[in-house]
């Protein structure tokens, strides 16, 4: 059988730049091994499936080259700007099924925003904050001041690491092994590191993704990270704001450079309920494959 995949950038600064994922259109069509072959064969971090939905407007499943995972945010915002843009998405309140439930989706025009959850923080211990910083060849002297490694979970978990210095985070030699068993000790995506220096005007924070637990070394853009972020930097570092702009991708061997809007639901009490996490998708190629 002879399939064309669209692969989609999502969050585009601009037009250029973000983090790719192939999109498959009618997949309740295929298997799940026929899914795994497919997102082998497009060969990016991640594929979207889209099904119909008994409970939202589509279903969505995510698969890595190796493996399905539960959320994948740049693969949802590529998917509902692709819809959009396609004549395929009338309504701008939307809604996606997972295997983890049902997330809310809001368009803006072909902007699209998903729903995470309100943060949960975990702590590390002393000897796995040690060995954090080992792995990305960092000592306590290049945090940002106040800041320790943190575990944050708005759907999915990350450990943030903030650095003070630009320069630090542009140099940093990673790893990957260490992460990857610390990934898998701390059920984790990955490493989630931000720094507040040097970025671009009207950009609260740069970062850098590393996940090797799923196959994947940096990414250019991750959503389901961004919220994480954007919580830390308020209830830790106490940006009142409820927008951020997170720009990543910058700082990769092969820049991509990305934005990720996050914006967050404060009660009257200035608790994070929940948050919004969007940008926008562009089409790069369409590629043809067989299974």
Not at 13 to 34: C, E, H, K, M, Y
Not at 217 to 226: K, N, P, V
Request: charged content about 20%.
């Amino acid at each position: 059988m002879n399939i064309e995949i669209p692969i989609v950038s999502a969050f585009v600064d601009g037009n250029s730049g973000g983090n790719p994922a192939g999109i498959v259109l009618n997949a309740d069509r295929f298997s799940t091994g026929q899914k795994q072959k497919i997102a082998a064969a497009v060969g990016l971090s991640e594929t979207a499936f889209v099904s119909p939905s008994d409970s939202a407007d589509l279903k969505l499943e995510f698969f890595t080259p190796t493996q399905q995972i539960a959320h994948c945010g740049h693969a949802t915002i590529a998917t509902f700007s692709y819809l959009r843009q396609n004549g395929l998405l009338a309504n701008d309140q939307s809604s996606k099924e997972t295997i983890d439930g049902y997330r809310s989706i809001k368009m803006e025009g072909d902007f699209a925003f998903m729903e995470q959850k309100a943060p949960l923080y975990t702590t590390l211990s002393d000897p796995d904050l040690h060995l954090t910083l080992q792995a990305l060849g960092l000592a306590q002297s290049d945090l940002i001041d106040g800041t320790e490694p943190t575990i944050v979970n708005t759907g999915n978990s990350f450990v943030l690491v903030g650095i003070r210095d630009v320069e630090k985070m542009k140099a940093l030699q990673p790893d990957f092994s260490m992460i990857e068993r610390l990934s898998k000790a701390f059920d984790l995506i990955g490493f989630y590191v931000f720094c507040l220096d040097g970025v671009a005007y009207g950009r609260d924070a740069g970062a850098r993704m590393f996940a090797p637990r799923y196959g994947i070394r940096e990414e250019s853009a991750t959503g389901m990270a961004a919220g994480p972020l954007a919580c830390y930097l308020y209830d830790t570092l106490g940006v009142e704001k409820g927008e951020f702009a997170i720009e990543q991708g910058r700082w990769m061997p092969s820049p991509s450079p990305s934005v990720l809007t996050v914006r967050l639901e404060i009660d009257h009490n200035g608790r994070i309920q929940g948050l919004y996490a969007g940008g926008r998708g562009a089409v790069r190629e369409k590629k043809a494959i067989v299974i």
